[in-house]
């Protein structure tokens, strides 16, 4: 799939823009702050329609619009998928409220002109996208890995998608209740309904979990294995905050370095376990009025040659790791989907050495679309600039070099 034509409304620093894409790898070279960066947001906002820089959708609206009208920021794009050409619009919407003062804010996706709940048209678009920043995945937090998961996913499974909804929201009341009980007492009966509730979600994500690590490492692996010269084998550790294969206390636990199987693990199975662990821990849970068991609370570690990345990697590890992942994703999304997505690098050649700018460019070849950001048209092989499109972006004029 790609992307035939972008148009931006009030996007960010681009009041107006209609561009016709190429159906190839192409660059977008410009000095910092043009807007080559709001370039692969907008087009990333028609995959996931969430942004990847901003922390409020609100940022998105260009912030030259006037506070005390109604503010319109448009994203069009047409895809061209398995054959056919489809139209996917993202509005971000912003009212003043002339009662309170306050200011109103919605999103709403269209396909084809006709409005649709945003979690149906999540990955109709299918894109990876690759920033520098995104070591994070590897460095901070589990929650930014399980954001980086559920982003994957969601993107070739709307059920996914759904269970993710279901899950969090079952969660918060089962939370509440739990908090309930705590305060005031009551019956713990009533807990049951949102243990069932969240276990079934659960047992769905965690599935879907399984399988995508399971995929994604057999793919990242062997490209990492290449990219670091055979030296180093990536394993990607799923750690999850139930875990089906756990043994009951008091019996021998796995050996350190066994590599967990769970891939022939049952829905049902998972299910019933994790509906046993929360009776376990009802009391606990009970006193400290939250769930501490599920995927919300899921881990998921990139080791190298079993040395794990996140705590003692190098920087440059850590970057290698991560183009071994963003190449498998393309692979993966390629499996699943049976089209190729379109990959977004961001200023990514500066990162990289020599010998892995040279791995990247290799690797985009079969790729129906790739847009790459530079500011410094150097930084890519000669040869690669001179077969491909390099368009300039200033002060928000994108120029295709013709
Ligand atoms: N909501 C907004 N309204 C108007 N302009 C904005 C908005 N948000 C960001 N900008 C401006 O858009 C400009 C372009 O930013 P962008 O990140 O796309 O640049 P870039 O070409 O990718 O630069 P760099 O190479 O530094 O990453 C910046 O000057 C920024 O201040």
Known sequence: MYVKHLSLTNFRSFSRLDLEFPREIFLLVGDNAQGKTTLLEAIYLLSTFTSFHASTDRQLISFTAPADRIAVSRIVGEIQKRGQTHRIEVRLIREPNSINGNQRFRKEVLLDGVKRKLNELIGFLNAVLFLPQMSRIIEEGPAERRRYLDMLISQVSPAYVRHLGDYSQTLSQRNALLKQLAERGGDRSQLAIWDGMLVRHGAFIMQERIKAIHEMELE??????????????????????????????????????????????????????????????????????????????????????????????SRGQGRTALLAMKLAEINWLHQRSGEWPVLLLDEIMSELDTERRKDLLLALTDCEQAVLTTTDLSMVDPEFVSTHPVWHVESGLVSPDF
Do not use: C, W
């Open 220 to 313: 990242a692996k062997r490209l990492h294995y290449d990219l670091t010269r055979r030296q180093e084998v990536l394993r990607l550790d799923y750690q999850p905050a139930y875990d089906p294969l756990s043994v009951p206390n008091g019996q021998m636990t796995l050996p350190v370095k066994t590599v967990a199987d769970r891939t022939g693990i049952t829905s049902e199975e998972i299910e019933s376990g994790m509906l046993e662990a929360l009776k376990n821990k009802q009391g606990e849970e009970i006193a400290r009025g939250i769930t501490t068991i599920g995927p919300h609370r899921d881990e998921m570690r990139f080791l190298s040659n079993q040395v794990d990345l996140g705590d003692y990697g």
